[in-house]
Structures are given as C-alpha cells and as structure tokens.
C-alpha cells in the first residue's frame, strides 16, 4: 500500500506561522488587488520548510469552492517542498451558493476572469518580496505548475493551452507543467482541435464515478478525452476505481454530496502527483522513472496510462 504523511492544514488568519519540525508547512493568507481589473483575488499560500528558492504549484478550485478547495493535495505538495497557492475566483466561488447565480457561474466570462486570476497572481507572486510570515522571493517562477479541480480544471486546461471559441482566453507561458482533476472535454468543436495545442506535461485524474450534477451531459468516460488528444510526450491519465466527483475536491469533513473517498484514494493521488511535480518541475529522473512504473503498483480496479 502506497504511504504518506500528512501535516493537518490549519485554516489560520493571515501571516500565522505554524511553528513545527522540519517539514513544517508556513500558511499565509491574503486578498490581492487587481487593480485593472477592479478584483481583488483571495490566496492561500503554503510555504515549505526552508529557505532556499523553489518551484510554485498553483491551485484552482472548483465552481463554489473557495480557498479551501484541493486542501489535502495542497498540503502534501507543500510538505514535498513546493510553495502552494490556492486561488479563490469571485464570481465563480462560495458567494454564489444558495444565490441562484449557477448559470452565471458558469459563462465564458467567469472562465475568462479565472485565467486573467492566474495570470495575475504569477505577476504578484514576482512583485512581490513577502506575504505576512511567507518570503516569496523564495518562488521559482521558471519552474512552474497548475492544477485544479472540476471549473478549476477548465481552467487548468486553459492555461495549459486549451484553445476555446472564446475571445481573451490566453495560455500562460510561465506553466511548465499542470494537472487537472476531473478534467472536462470541450463544449463546442473536435477534441483535437481543443487539446491538440497542449504541448507541456499533463497529468489527468479522475475515477470511475466520476460525474456531476451540474454537467449531466459529461460523463466519466468523457473526463479521459482530453488526455487522449492530447500530444504524446509527458501525459498521463489516472483513473480511480469507484472516485466519485467529489472525491477530488480534497477536503477533509466536506459537507455536501458524498464523496467516495477512502485512504487508497487520497494515497494514491498524493504519490502520483508528487512523483509528477518531482519529474517536472525539478527535473528528478529517478521520480520520472518511477511515474511511468506507477502502474504496476495499483490495484485491478484503478488504471495508469502515460504516453
């Protein structure tokens, strides 16, 4: 059984540190202001242990999510030594719960500001020297990656490269590397045609159940085309025996739908990303080298593909 150890994510106020041993993780939050855009765009970031410059992992949640959304990933990835930055996108976030705003959610434009988020939020990341009790002169922005759940997918896969019959969507350059949680196929057009720009590495996760309520016409099945049009070279697809939708978001104790989530899954999602951001964002070849082996060590009921 695949094993790793978790260090609880504390939901602290800003610039808190949380004072621990060596793989401790330094949590800072803050709301950054977008002043072209009249935005301001909550973070979470998560420093790990140490003070030597390392590569930055950004976090999308999915629609009515919020900073707490893919905690579990966030944390782990943190304490294998990458800064983590949880992105909360008004408009598409918690705010809209319970307010009828669904549909608007989920138009063009929201995708659209979701992206222009990220774009802002690595323009900050190199503005700015610190953040409360989290140095950011510690971030290496030449090593790169992005990752999200669900909407927060979606837009991964915009800024990996995604092409959309939408105006002002733009991939980002600075992302070297990104993975998608719950990955969606695309609305309009051939999968190629979307995904076939998508030239850096990508990894694709999801699970047999995996379906929402929100999407009725995606099914499970559909959340492994974008890996199938993808480019070869450096893709990958894990899907999950039994993983429902929820299951991705990575929160512990989260009300709501159920989620099928049990230790194998949340063990196995944690190694196999890790091993990803390992391979390619600091370019560690034995990591790599136990990626394309990842397979052989999962059970009948899950399944690796890379190409």
């Given at each position: 059984?695949?094993?790793?150890?978790?260090?609880?994510?504390?939901?602290?106020?800003?610039?808190?540190?949380?004072?621990?041993?060596?793989?401790?993780?330094?949590?800072?939050?803050?709301?950054?202001?977008?002043?072209?855009?009249?935005?301001?765009v909550p973070v979470r970031i998560r420093m790990p242990a140490g003070?030597?410059?390392?590569?930055?992992?950004?976090?999308?949640?999915?629609?009515?999510?919020?900073?707490?959304?893919?905690?579990?990933?966030?944390?782990?990835?943190?304490?294998?030594?990458?800064?983590?930055?949880?992105?909360?996108?008004?408009?598409?976030?918690?705010?809209?719960?319970?307010?009828?705003?669904?549909?608007?959610?989920?138009?063009?434009?929201?995708?659209?500001?979701?992206?222009?988020?990220?774009?802002?939020?690595?323009?900050?990341?190199?503005?700015?020297?610190?953040?409360?009790?989290?140095?950011?002169?510690?971030?290496?922005?030449?090593?790169?990656?992005?990752?999200?759940?669900?909407?927060?997918?979606?837009?991964?896969?915009?800024?990996?490269?995604?092409?959309?019959?939408?105006?002002?969507?733009?991939?980002?350059?600075?992302?070297?590397?990104?993975?998608?949680?719950?990955?969606?196929?695309?609305?309009?057009?051939?999968?190629?045609?979307?995904?076939?720009?998508?030239?850096?590495?990508?990894?694709?996760?999801?699970?047999?159940?995996?379906?929402?309520?929100?999407?009725?016409?995606?099914?499970?099945?559909?959340?492994?085309?974008?890996?199938?049009?993808?480019?070869?070279?450096?893709?990958?697809?894990?899907?999950?025996?039994?993983?429902?939708?929820?299951?991705?978001?990575?929160?512990?104790?989260?009300?709501?739908?159920?989620?099928?989530?049990?230790?194998?899954?949340?063990?196995?999602?944690?190694?196999?990303?890790?091993?990803?951001?390992?391979?390619?964002?600091?370019?560690?070849?034995?990591?790599?080298?136990?990626?394309?082996?990842?397979?052989?060590?999962?059970?009948?009921?899950?399944?690796?593909?890379?190409?």
């Open positions: 059984m695949i094993r790793t150890m978790f260090l609880a994510a504390a939901l602290l106020a800003p610039a808190v540190v949380h004072a621990a041993p060596a793989d401790a993780v330094t949590t800072c939050d803050a709301a950054w202001r977008d002043a072209a855009r009249d935005r301001d003070t030597g410059k390392v590569p930055v992992i950004l976090f999308s949640h999915g629609l009515g999510g919020s900073l707490d959304g893919g905690t579990n990933w966030a944390v782990a990835w943190a304490k294998a030594g990458f800064i983590v930055v949880n992105l909360q996108h008004p408009g598409s976030d918690r705010s809209i719960l319970g307010q009828g705003r669904i549909g608007a959610a989920m138009a063009p434009a929201q995708l659209v500001a979701r992206v222009d988020d990220v774009h802002f939020v690595l323009d900050e990341l190199g503005r700015r020297p610190r953040e409360g009790a989290c140095d950011l002169r510690r971030a290496d922005l030449a090593h790169v990656g992005m990752s999200g759940h669900s909407f927060g997918a979606h837009t991964t896969q915009a800024i990996a490269g995604q092409r959309f019959p939408v105006a002002g969507i733009a991939a980002d350059p600075r992302v070297k590397a990104a993975i998608a949680f719950s990955p969606s196929p695309p609305m309009r057009g051939s999968d190629s045609a979307a995904f076939g720009g998508i030239a850096i590495p990508f990894f694709s996760i999801t699970g047999t159940e995996d379906a929402a309520q929100i999407t009725p016409s995606i099914t499970p099945k559909d959340r492994e085309r974008p890996f199938r049009a993808m480019p070869p070279d450096g893709k990958y697809l894990l899907v999950l025996g039994g993983a429902n939708h929820m299951v991705f978001n990575a929160q512990d104790g989260l009300r709501g739908p159920a989620s099928t989530a049990t230790p194998h899954i949340r063990d196995t999602v944690i190694a196999a990303t890790t091993l990803f951001w390992r391979a390619t964002l600091l370019g560690d070849a034995a990591a790599l080298s136990e990626l394309a082996r990842f397979g052989a060590t999962l059970p009948s009921g899950d399944r690796f593909e890379h190409r």
